[in-house]
């Protein structure tokens, strides 16, 4: 081989091997967009809680407490409690059901 062809073998290995990182590097990434955080155990009902209670807060120091922009966060504070209420006890229930369901089955 004479050094002509070595240099453009070499060109030609370094632009496939960059390509190839590029395209692993967009599927890595590209995949990595599905992926969540919340896998059921009321991550984001725990989260949304927290949103509003920090909301409810600023809103206080800076309107006053007794403010449309308080009363307003305080209310969707309140709500937000009630979903994760919710979600807890269809939570806690769902599995007593599974539970039991599983339970009478080992009985038989």
Do not use: I
């Not at 290995?13 to 155990?41: I, V, W």
């Not at 709500?79 to 539970?99: G, K, M, S, T």
């Amino acid at each position: 081989m004479n050094s002509v062809q070595k240099v453009n073998r070499r060109k030609w290995l370094g632009s496939m091997t960059l390509a190839t990182m590029a395209l692993g590097g967009l599927l890595l990434f590209l995949g990595a967009t599905n992926a969540k955080a919340d896998d059921g155990d009321g991550y984001r009902y725990e989260r949304q809680v927290q949103y509003t209670e920090w909301r409810a807060h600023e809103a206080s120091e800076n309107f006053g407490y007794y403010s449309h922009e308080a009363r307003h966060w305080r209310h969707e504070n309140h709500e937000a409690r009630e979903r994760l209420e919710h979600f807890r006890h269809e939570y806690r229930e769902h599995h007593r059901r599974d539970r039991d369901y599983y339970r009478d089955d080992y009985r038989r």
